[in-house]
């Protein structure tokens, strides 16, 4: 898959989680690989041969669900496909954003391009067309059990026949309008294409891949806001030479990073014989969550380059598949919903460690003034209800069942509730880390080894010292805590980190 300016090449098996996150964008262009036009064709022309044979096809000479075994015919056949994207505009809530919209189409013009959605070519340049026009289908997320995300895409599907709803400009309108303004016409969808628009789950895997590239950023502040905690804690570094030592899957790599990146942290020598476990372990616990999120992007790249449809086109034949399930990536996904509860409790472990005076040998709660301010006193309770917060989004939900469709539809993954879990938790650790770094920041200027620190804890420390003054008195709190995140979550300042502090592993797992 090559990028070219702002134009990325689909050819449905090479796209990548960064590439993605580009076609998210507004002005990006999609182009088809060359070799994917006789595969396109070819799909075709097998479900062609089914219908004129009168082979039993689901979906595509039957109707869907449980009326699977009520027969269409070629009399009724675009009626048919048209009331199937009418029959499956029904999710609600408010719209999700139109990159994971743009992302979704993206995703699903590649599946199709592997020749095995068996839709004609003029279906997949409608798709096109509207991605390069920015008309964007209005998009609810409650409506999918996480087993084709029939409610989410009917709603895509729509907007490209002229119904329901979509952007233009920025303005929401009737979708034929939106259509009319950028010039394009309705689409009228054939044979299986009605299915095929329906029965993917793009959204839900557009969105995975998105979160995923926002949790990728996140873990690299979570370890240079350690850093940070560390240089405030006088923590030992023992721990992490211990760490790039032992085979521990990608720990020692992390592990190698931390001593490289804090290198030129200079930071007070431990009169300690341990640390508390949040700091002693922070290898263990960083480099797991680091094996998890490279494990699960492996999984999204996967699955973003590859059919979902059902019933494929496989050797020239049009068959049944359960490919609908996405299993892997809603179970990889729930796993790092538990990693990121598992940094969260380190990260508030590390804060009340660093208020507690007979640990760091500063003062309670890290006042100026013992009694008079009360400083980090009151807002740790902040950093506790963030980390509830986290750990109620961990739950796993692929475990509910509903039997769904007269008896046919028994199994669901429930990924759409996992990625608005994963979402929710996402921005609650963005305020933890920003929380913890605050408090690091303020340990390190009781200290008075600021200046001291210049590598990755000290860039830290400057971002936030830019903006928001230490604490010499007590103040209202919440604008800085506001302020911490705004600078520290800001991802062009991570990707400047990331630059100038690279680590490999990190961003091989991203790609």
């Known amino acids: 898959m090559l990028k070219k300016n702002n134009e990325i090449t689909l050819d449905g098996r090479s796209l990548t989680l960064g590439q993605l996150e580009a076609l998210s964008n507004q002005n990006m262009r999609i182009?088809?690989?060359?070799?994917?036009?006789?595969?396109?064709?070819s799909a075709r022309s097998a479900v062609e041969v089914t219908m004129s044979s009168g082979t039993t096809a689901y979906g595509v000479t039957t109707s869907v669900g449980a009326f699977k075994d009520c027969k269409v015919t070629d009399e009724v056949e675009l009626e048919f496909n048209q009331r199937l994207l009418r029959a499956h505009f029904f999710a609600i809530g408010e719209p999700i954003r139109p990159e994971i919209v743009r992302a979704a189409i993206a995703v699903r013009v590649n599946s199709a391009l592997t020749g095995q959605a068996g839709v004609q070519p003029d279906l997949l340049d409608a798709l096109i067309n509207i991605y390069h026009a920015d008309v964007i289908p209005e998009v609810r997320p409650l409506g999918s059990l996480g087993c084709a995300d029939l409610g989410l895409m009917g709603q895509i599907g729509a907007a490209l026949i002229g119904e329901g709803y979509a952007y233009y400009d920025g303005i929401r309108m009737p979708a034929k309008e939106a259509l009319n303004k950028a010039g394009l016409k309705p689409y009228t969808p054939k044979s299986k294409e009605g299915l095929s628009l329906v029965?993917?789950?793009?959204t839900s895997v557009a969105s995975a891949s998105l979160l995923l590239g926002k949790a990728f950023r996140l873990f690299y502040l979570s370890v240079a806001v350690l850093g940070a905690s560390s240089a405030g804690f006088a923590a030992s570094r023992q721990p992490w030479r211990s760490a790039a030592y032992h085979k521990d899957g990608l720990t020692p790599n992390l592990a190698q990073f931390a001593l490289d990146s804090f290198a030129k942290d200079c930071w007070t020598d431990p009169k300690r014989v341990h640390d508390p476990l949040s700091f002693r372990c922070s290898m263990q616990v960083h480099g797991t969550m680091l094996e998890t999120l490279v494990y699960t992007g492996q999984i999204a790249r996967e699955t973003i380059n590859s059919s979902d449809d059902n019933p494929i086109v496989l050797d020239g034949e049009l068959i049944t598949s359960g490919h609908s399930l996405p299993q892997r990536l809603t179970l990889a996904l729930e796993t790092l919903l538990l990693n990121v509860a598992h940094l969260s409790r380190s990260s508030l472990n590390r804060v009340l460690a660093l208020g507690k005076r007979e640990l760091t040998g500063l003062s309670r709660n890290l006042t100026p003034r013992d009694g008079a301010v009360l400083a980090f006193g009151p807002p740790v309770k902040q950093a506790v209800d963030l980390f509830a917060s986290i750990i109620d989004q961990s739950s796993p939900a692929s475990l509910v069942n509903v039997t769904v469709a007269d008896g046919m539809e028994d199994e669901e993954t429930f990924l759409p509730l996992v990625t608005r879990k994963l979402e929710a938790q996402l921005d609650y650790w963005g305020k933890l880390l920003a929380h913890e770094a605050f408090v690091a920041r303020q340990a390190v200027y009781l200290r008075g080894e600021e200046p001291l620190l210049k590598g990755l804890a000290g860039e830290v420390i400057a971002c936030l010292s830019n903006e928001l003054p230490p604490i010499d008195d007590d103040r209202l709190y919440s604008d800085d805590f506001i302020a911490a995140e705004r600078l520290l979550t800001d991802m062009d300042w991570?990707?400047?980190?990331?630059?100038?502090?690279?680590?490999?592993?990190?961003?091989?797992?991203?790609?």
């Open 31 to 41: 182009a088809r690989a060359a070799h994917t036009f006789d595969a396109v064709k």
């Open 494 to 511: 991570i990707e400047d980190m990331a630059a100038k502090y690279p680590f490999p592993t990190w961003e091989e797992g991203r790609t």
């Open 199 to 202: 029965s993917s789950n793009a």
